[in-house]
């Protein structure tokens, strides 16, 4: 069964600062990733969706990085501000066929101003 | 990308009844999939909704409790039965496409509390 991680929980820092958010799955056998954002009393944004190919992806500030091999990702904010405050969540396929996704509890972001 | 509207928004419910939500996707997608995220949990895949047939349900989660229906590429509604305060949660339609290149897209959910 698909487990994914994800750490820190929670992260508070000042603007300006780049983040790294990491997330960790136990099974390699992935098709693609994807990084969603929840702000409070809102359903889920897609930030960046990377491809079982790809060993990265870019998306503005957002930089999302694979390496299934070793069932990682990480998701780097770069010049973090205010607005990026929300809980980034990591997904996997759940597997066995099934494209629904098993999720990581989130790290809960907050951008200091 | 996918505009997808759930309805209601949120709704206060009474033990022992019954609330249906409805999903509506603005574009023809292949998968559309329910998720529960319980209070300060993240969140769990309940089934997928298969057009024209019976849902397939993830461990843990069985129709009696869940009716799912889609009756076509577009729309799909979730039955939440005979409800108890467990049932307190927030519940969110997805949906994805080939054409979408496999990103899921997320109705805005629905804030269930059941008294």
């Known amino acids: 069964k698909q487990e994914v991680t994800q750490i820190p929980a929670a992260l508070s820092v000042p603007e300006g600062e780049n983040l790294v958010l990491n997330c960790s799955f136990t099974?390699?056998?992935?098709?693609?990733l994807q990084w969603f954002r929840q702000d409070p009393g809102k359903g889920l944004t897609s930030l960046l969706l990377?491809?079982?190919?790809?060993r990265e992806q870019t998306s503005g500030r957002l930089n999302a990085s694979l390496d299934k091999s070793s069932g990682r990702s990480t998701l780097y904010i770069a010049a973090s501000q205010p607005g990026d405050s929300a809980t980034y969540l990591c997904a996997v396929p759940s597997g066995g066929g099934a494209d629904g996704l098993t999720f990581g509890k989130g790290t809960h972001l907050i951008i200091q101003p | 990308s996918a505009v997808i509207s759930q309805k209601p928004s949120r709704d206060i419910c009474q033990r022992g009844t019954s609330l249906t939500i409805q999903c509506q996707v603005d574009?023809?997608?292949?998968?559309m999939f329910w998720y529960r995220q319980q209070p300060g949990q993240s969140l769990t895949l309940i089934a997928t909704?298969?057009?024209?047939?019976?849902?397939?349900?993830e461990s843990g989660f069985v129709i009696d409790k869940f009716p799912i229906s889609r009756p076509n590429l577009t729309f799909s509604t979730l039955t939440v039965s005979n409800m108890s305060p467990e049932d307190s949660s927030i519940y969110l339609c997805s949906a994805t496409s080939v054409a979408a290149k496999n990103i899921q897209y997320f109705g805005a959910g629905t804030r269930l509390s059941v008294l």
């Open positions: 909704a298969n057009q024209g047939s019976e849902a397939t349900y």
């Open positions: 990377i491809q079982s190919s790809q």
């Open positions: 099974d390699s056998a992935i098709y693609n």
């Open positions: 574009s023809q997608v292949t998968m």
